[in-house]
């Protein structure tokens, strides 16, 4: 059985840096597509970050986290881990990894397996 672990979320004022990393245990995820997605308080989820296994394409990044977070994954090792820079009040969302067989399913209907998400506040 597949389990996701995030950890890295907490607390941290509009400019400050976190950064998450996400464990994967129970299988083999080395050949799946790895990602971030994030769900504010009433909203949908939305995706964050994510790359295919074998790197094709680079890292992909949701419009609104460009240029401010850094998606890395080494499919020799664990962690997957998501580095947010100059974050905004905005970012405040519980923040998950997903993991699915290619980058073009790491969509929220279609993502094969969920970690249950790490909490992530940004004060103004």
């Known amino acids: 059985q597949v389990q996701l672990v995030e950890s890295g979320g907490g607390s941290v004022q509009a400019g400050g840096s976190l950064r998450l990393s996400c464990v994967a245990s129970?299988?083999?995820?080395?050949?799946?597509?790895m990602g971030w997605f994030r769900q504010a308080p009433g909203k949908e989820r939305e995706f964050v970050a994510g790359?295919?296994?074998?790197?094709?394409?680079?890292?992909y990044y949701g419009d609104s986290v460009k240029g401010r977070f850094t998606f890395s994954r080494d499919t020799s090792k664990n962690p997957v881990l998501l580095q947010m820079y100059n974050q905004k009040p905005n970012a405040t969302a519980d923040y998950f990894c997903?993991?699915?067989?290619?980058?073009?399913?790491?969509?929220?209907?279609?993502?094969?397996?969920w970690g249950e998400g790490t909490q992530v506040t940004v004060s103004p």
């Open positions: 129970g299988e083999d995820l080395s050949r799946h597509a």
């Open positions: 997903a993991a699915s067989l290619t980058i073009a399913d790491l969509r929220p209907a279609r993502v094969d397996y």
């Open positions: 790359a295919a296994w074998h790197g094709g394409g680079g890292n």
